[in-house]
């Protein structure tokens, strides 16, 4: 059974600085990985979404990367901006045909100015 | 491009009481995906429907059901409310394929 975990669970850091969030799953066998933000009460925003075929995608100040053989992904957050204080939640595609998502707990971010 | 619409965002039931939530997709997104999210579980699958079919159902009582109509929205409904349902219910849309999923606002289900 895929199981998808999120270290650490919450994050403070000032503005400005270099930050990364963990990801790790307990299957290789996936179709894609994808990163969310999420406010607190609103729904999911995508940030990135990563194949199984591919190694890191980029936007912005976001980087994120899938190392599939050791069930790892990272996002890095360059420069970070009180305005990305909220919880970053990683999910996986299994797969097997017609799965679900299936969600890590999230990490939330808070960036003081 | 409008996003994926939830409708209502809130709502307020009595137990015992049935409930349904909407959901329009992204334009030209056959696949619909419903989550039940709470602070205890975290986002849990519900069920996926493509073409007006469910495809995928997760591990959650039979009060919960639901269904897509031909232009692809669909509904979500949850009998005999319990104070358990309580929680924030997203809805995802996408293309065909493994393709991303891009989800909605929510809708905040409250039992009392």
């Known amino acids: 059974k895929q199981e998808v975990t999120q270290i650490p669970a919450a994050l403070s850091v000032p503005e400005g600085e270099n930050l990364v969030l963990n990801c790790s799953f307990t299957?290789?066998?996936?179709?894609?990985l994808q990163w969310f933000r999420q406010d607190p009460g609103k729904g999911l925003t995508s940030l990135l979404l990563?194949?199984?075929?591919?190694r890191e995608q980029t936007s912005g100040r976001l980087n994120a990367s899938l190392d599939k053989s050791s069930g790892r992904s990272t996002l890095y957050i360059a420069a970070s901006q009180p305005g990305d204080s909220a919880t970053y939640l990683c999910?996986?595609?299994?797969?097997?045909?017609?799965?679900?998502?299936?969600f890590g707990k999230g990490t939330t971010l808070s960036v003081s100015s | 491009k409008a996003g994926v619409t939830q409708t209502p965002r809130y709502l307020i039931k009595t137990r015992g009481q049935q409930v349904t939530l909407s959901c329009s997709p992204i334009?030209?997104?056959?696949?619909v995906s419903w989550y039940q999210q709470t602070p205890g579980q975290g986002l849990q699958f519900l069920f996926e429907?493509?073409?007006?079919?469910?495809?995928n159902k997760g591990n959650f009582p039979g009060r919960f059901s639901g269904r897509q109509f031909s232009n692809s929205r669909s509904e979500m409904n949850v009998s005999t409310l319990e104070l358990g349902d309580s929680a924030l219910y997203l809805c995802?849309?996408?293309?065909?394929?493994?393709?991303?999923?891009?989800f909605g606002q929510g809708t905040r289900l409250t039992v009392v």
């Open positions: 429907y493509f073409s007006e079919t469910q495809r």
């Open positions: 995802a849309s996408r293309a065909t394929g493994n393709t991303e999923a891009f």
């Open positions: 990563i194949q199984s075929s591919q």
């Open positions: 334009s030209g997104h056959r696949s």
């Open positions: 999910a996986v595609r299994p797969g097997q045909a017609g799965t679900a998502l299936i």
């Open positions: 299957d290789s066998a996936i179709y894609n």
